[in-house]
């Protein structure tokens, strides 16, 4: 099983940028796909990116795109978020997730597909 730690949340002001980070630990994650998901204040986690460990199939939900990008960083062997024009309705706890995959190239986006899960990290938008 996989073993996930998220970083890099905080406060930031509408407009402004932000980067999470996940760093997964125990296992191949070449045989992996790696999601983001969120939960704010009174609602349901919802599917906010993913991608498989090779970066060459990703998914977004539509709420995001254009504005977060997830990409792997290969010197920290991390699966990041880069949140740009953060809105306050983006203010939630993020969520690393991972579930193993093999070859398909179809990305899951329902979170009952991950089995592992970071801690969260909480990211604030607000002025």
């Known amino acids: 099983q996989v073993q996930l730690v998220e970083s890099g949340g905080g406060l930031v002001q509408p407009g402004m940028s932000l980067r999470l980070s996940c760093t997964p630990s125990g296992g191949h994650f070449s045989m992996y796909t790696f999601g983001w998901f969120r939960q704010a204040p009174g609602k349901e986690r919802e599917f906010v990116a993913a991608?498989?460990?090779?970066?060459?199939?990703?998914e977004y939900a539509d709420s995001v795109k254009g504005r977060f990008t997830i990409s792997r960083d290969n010197a920290k062997r991390t699966m990041d978020l880069q949140m740009n024009s953060l809105k306050p309705e983006d203010t939630a706890v993020y969520y690393c997730?991972?579930?193993?995959?093999?070859?398909?190239?179809?990305?899951?986006?329902?979170?009952?597909?991950?089995?592992?899960w970071g801690q969260g990290t909480q990211v604030t938008v607000s002025s």
């Open positions: 997730a991972a579930r193993r995959s093999g070859f398909s190239t179809t990305i899951a986006t329902s979170e009952r597909a991950y089995g592992s």
């Open positions: 991608s498989r460990w090779s970066g060459d199939y990703k």
